[in-house]
């Protein structure tokens, strides 16, 4: 069973930056892991996304080159840098894992943790 545990969220100004960790215990053949975000009174969307085996890294258009996803030395932890915030970041941030190779949907993702908060105020 994979369990992710996420933390680093909390309020920072616009322009400030966050960084975000998973924590997973996981088994070997878990193909992908992302994080996901959903705001209040919307769906839960894309944020980024990296192959576990390879590093390969993909991000929604809102977060390029302002957020990084990458993999700890432990090779159970990812983390998701975020700078030059701005307001509409502003959600519950997720952690996910999962064995497709289809990156972007929440369906194709198997376990979730609990999320963190994140708000950036103006």
């Known amino acids: 069973q994979v369990q992710l545990v996420e933390s680093g969220g909390g309020s920072v100004q616009a322009g400030g930056s966050l960084r975000l960790s998973c924590a997973a215990s996981f088994i070997s053949d878990v193909y992908i892991m992302g994080w996901f975000r959903r705001a209040p009174g919307k769906e839960r969307e894309f944020v980024a996304a990296i192959t576990w085996r390879t590093g390969s890294t993909s991000y929604a258009d809102s977060v390029k080159g302002r957020f990084t996803i990458s993999r700890g030395n432990a090779k159970n932890t990812i983390f998701l840098q975020m700078n030059s915030l701005k307001p509409e970041d502003t959600a519950v941030y997720y952690c996910?894992?999962?064995?497709?190779?289809?990156?972007?949907?929440?369906?194709?993702?198997?376990?979730w943790g609990q999320g963190t908060q994140v708000t950036v105020s103006s």
């Open positions: 996910a894992a999962g064995y497709s190779r289809n990156y972007d949907a929440p369906a194709n993702y198997n376990y």
